[in-house]
């Protein structure tokens, strides 16, 4: 029974997400405050059976109903309960399910949170969320029913895919989710602006928290999915511009933009229609990487051949919101002019260089991903983009953005000279250099040309971003959280860069035939091979190494990497076993059995590569402490009520 | 400089510079983008002696073979219609096995061996990779074109 009630709640959660995008635009509209009063009693009852679908889903995984055919395809009796639950979201219809439920939960946020805002454009806010919803609804229902039975039921489930088996992949994707829903979010305020014709700052200013929001999560997702990869592929790296990987990075890269884009517009009330665009963008990026990774259509345009009603499904959805945002913004857009000018050493040219440089890398990304799917859509032959193509076209933008953080940090809104700062620049440059060759040439005797530079650009990013907090500090002004966040987001980039050049420089790896008792060196370190035991967990069983770690005779770690066999799949999966030690990664994988006694191992040592991943959270704690300022929080009622450049609320 | 000839200036700024970059990304492109051929484009010449491409196939039965205890395995990719001897060194992935679809990464060698730098068998074993199934498709004359099974 379960199943027919989550469905029933799914199409009941279709209807009113109907109601709540009906009333909420069309009651604005047409002024009519009791059609507005629906719209959040529809959000809750939206909310309520969206759960309840999800919560049967659940069950049925629990309890092991393999007449469910999602359960059977993607769950087995012998999977332990956690990754039971997580199953849930370990294929495309799940993975659609849990974005409604975040979708959700974001709408139940923002109509909580909205309770400040003006009633009309909190139920236009809605409304749009509510579209949203609807559509993926529909498309779940129509193409992709998770509850979907099976007759007769199977035995027992062709369970979960074994490499997604591990906690960090269990709950990667509802962070990476909760951020691409969150720009679902400033799109809605976004497109609520255009259609109430009130483009000032005010509406930048409700953005922004939500925006920020929403970013830090996707940079926690992408962070533990480049984390996953590292330790579970067992190929070491950390990013393979893989098009899945690629998926996430892309809304990433714009929604980066955008949240510096509103800062511009909230402040200063320029970059309007840019900003607008921004949102309608992201928003798009973070559908497209949602409907494209898990549809199976980066990995071949085929796969639109093999399923054609959703592949027509979601460009028709795609089309319907994206070509409905520009043309609100087409109509909208002689009501973004704006009068202010400003300085070439302004913040707000920093600013703009920042969005170009960005949407400049998000380009290069994008063509590199979509090339071998156009390629082989036109007959051109097949081809491949791999690194080779995106490092060197991302360091080309990125370079210049972050040496023109560190100027640009300094500079003031709307007037600005460089040489102003001249003295700061000189000073924290010069630092940064003393530091930077420090590091490369005190601690690393060797390195590429970029080294130095990675290495220069990274301590200055650190040192600049400090100054104002610390100039503040000293003068005994309060730092508001706004700066706040702003400051620890930039150094974790400052640490990032700093991480990035080490790892790319400094990383060493070689796989090496290992006898029992046979040892290799690689870098400063010894590796002895002590054999391999069989080993059994509760779904799997394979062999495990014993690898000990020495440096210069004194003992470092004993690494165990293993080989499992997962029973159901027969699939092998390597585990990886990683040790830090002295901000050096040691990862050892263990291949496999060559004869003669001796087996393939895999060593690589990478210098701070955890530290990639620790930059990317103290980005996101950045993030969420620039959302929660109280300047975001306090009432804004009685502003909201000024006239602004209010068009009136007939449109 | 009135504000109007600034502004001009910037966005003229920004016009070269993006250009600049994506000349610069196309010519990467160029150099960059790896292209892919089966057995049978191999046999045909039609794949470059010692420039690097990827191979792809299926991992013949009965072919891979080690000396025991090296590093060093040999096997043959082919599309049912041609073959093509691989060599690689290092560590497999765990996915590889006779019977499955593999792509390799690496260059021909003027006797015909083609010597991989990295062997790619992704993700799942349900997954073929999809150039893999194309081409093997195209060989077979089959209708039906569903890559992931």
């Given at each position: 029974m379960l199943p027919e009630l989550g469905q029933f709640a799914l199409i009941l959660a279709l209807l009113l997400a109907g109601v709540q995008a009906f009333f909420g635009i069309a009651g604005p509209m047409l002024g009519r405050d009791r059609w507005i009063a629906v719209v959040s009693p529809a959000v809750a009852g939206q909310a309520v059976m969206v759960a309840t679908a999800v919560g049967c889903l659940i069950a049925s995984f629990v309890g092991n109903d393999f007449s469910v055919s999602y359960v059977a395809g993607n769950s087995n009796s012998a999977l332990p309960l956690f990754y039971r639950v997580t199953a849930?979201?370990?294929?495309?219809e799940g993975s659609l399910l849990l974005w409604i439920l975040l979708l959700a939960g974001w709408t139940v946020a923002v109509a909580v949170g909205s309770a400040r805002l003006p009633p009309r454009f909190a139920a236009r806010v809605l409304g749009v969320l509510g579209v949203v919803s609807f559509g993926f609804l529909l498309f779940t229902l129509a193409t992709?029913?998770?509850f979907l039975r099976l007759d007769?039921?199977?035995?027992?489930g062709r369970d979960l895919n074994p490499i997604l088996q591990d906690p960090a992949l269990a709950i990667h994707p509802p962070i990476l989710y909760t951020g691409y829903v969150g720009f679902a979010v400033a799109f809605a305020f976004a497109c609520a602006a255009m259609l109430e014709g009130r483009l000032d700052q005010t509406w930048a200013r409700w953005t922004r928290p939500w925006t920020t929001a929403a970013w830090s999560f996707l940079t926690c997702g992408i962070a533990l999915g480049s984390f996953w990869a590292y330790y579970?592929?067992?190929?070491?790296?950390?990013?393979?511009?893989?098009p899945v990987e690629n998926a996430s990075f892309m809304p990433w890269l714009v929604g980066t933009a955008l949240v510096h884009s509103l800062a511009v517009t909230e402040k200063r009330g320029l970059f309007k229609s840019w900003t607008l665009l921004l949102a309608i963008l992201a928003f798009s990026l973070s559908m497209l990487g949602t409907f494209l990774v898990r549809s199976g259509v980066l990995v071949s345009v085929h796969s639109f051949a093999a399923d054609p009603a959703r592949g027509i499904f979601i460009l028709a959805f795609l089309v319907i919101m994206i070509g409905g945002a520009l043309t609100l913004y087409a109509w909208r857009?002689?009501?973004?002019?704006?009068?202010a000018g400003f300085d070439l050493g302004a913040r707000e040219s920093f600013l703009l260089f920042n969005n170009v440089l960005l949407i400049t890398a998000a380009t290069t990304v994008f063509a590199g991903t979509m090339a071998p799917l156009i390629s082989d859509a036109l007959g051109l032959g097949t081809v491949s983009v791999g690194p080779p193509y995106f490092n060197p076209t991302f360091l080309l933008s990125m370079l210049p953005l972050t040496a023109l953080l560190s100027v640009g940090i300094h500079a003031n809104w709307k007037r600005g000279r460089l040489k102003d700062s001249q003295r700061l620049l000189l000073i924290t440059l010069v630092a940064a250099a003393l530091i930077a060759c420090g590091l490369v040439f005190g601690i690393y005797e060797h390195g590429h040309v970029l080294t130095p530079v990675g290495a220069l650009l990274g301590v200055w990013i650190l040192l600049s971003s400090f100054v104002e907090p610390i100039q503040r500090w000293l003068q005994g002004v309060r730092v508001p959280r706004g700066m706040l966040g702003m400051t620890i987001a930039h150094s974790g980039l400052g640490i990032l860069v700093i991480a990035l050049t080490t790892v790319q420089s400094f990383t060493r790896e070689h796989d090496v035939a290992l006898a029992p008792g046979g040892s290799t060196t690689l870098g400063s370190y010894q590796f002895r091979f002590d054999g391999v035991a069989p080993i059994e967990g509760p779904n799997y069983d394979g062999v495990g190494a014993n690898v000990t770690v020495t440096r210069a005779g004194a003992p470092v770690a004993v690494l165990t990497p293993q080989k499992r066999q997962y029973w159901v799949q027969h699939q092998l999966t390597t585990e990886t076993s990683i040790r830090m030690n002295h901000g050096n990664n040691i990862l050892v994988a263990l291949g496999e059995d060559?004869?003669?006694g001796r087996w393939s191992v895999r060593i690589q040592i990478r210098p701070l590569v955890s530290f990639i991943w620790l930059a990317a959270l103290i980005m996101a704690i950045g993030g969420a402490v620039a959302a929660s300022d109280r300047r975001y929080r306090t009432s804004r009622v009685t502003e909201a009520a000024v006239p602004g450049v209010t068009v009136g609320n007939s449109a | 400089m009135t504000p109007r000839q600034r502004r001009l200036g910037l966005v003229v700024g920004i016009i070269v510079g993006v250009s600049i970059a994506g000349g610069l990304a196309l010519s990467a492109f160029r150099k960059h983008v790896t292209f892919f051929f089966d057995p049978s484009q191999v046999a045909s010449g039609q794949a470059p002696v010692g420039e690097s491409f990827r191979l792809g196939g299926m991992v013949a039965?009965?072919?891979?073979?080690?000396?025991?205890?090296?590093?060093e395995v040999r096997f043959t990719v082919t599309d049912f219609a041609h073959d093509v001897p691989v060599s690689y060194t290092g560590v497999l992935p765990?996915?590889?096995?006779?019977?499955a679809g593999v792509v390799a990464q690496g260059h021909l060698r003027s006797d015909g061996t083609f010597v991989a730098d990295e062997v790619l068998a992704k993700?799942?074993?349900?997954?073929?990779?999809p150039a893999v199934a194309k081409s093997l498709k195209r060989r077979h004359g089959e209708a039906r074109s569903d890559p992931g099974s």
């Open positions: 849930l979201w370990g294929a495309h992709s029913n998770p007769p039921a199977m035995p027992d579970e592929l067992g190929w070491g790296g950390f990013w393979f511009w893989d857009a002689p009501l973004l002019k704006s009068s060559l004869g003669a | 039965n009965g072919t891979v073979q080690r000396a025991p205890g090296s590093l765990d996915l590889f096995r006779e019977g993700h799942d074993e349900k997954y073929m990779p």
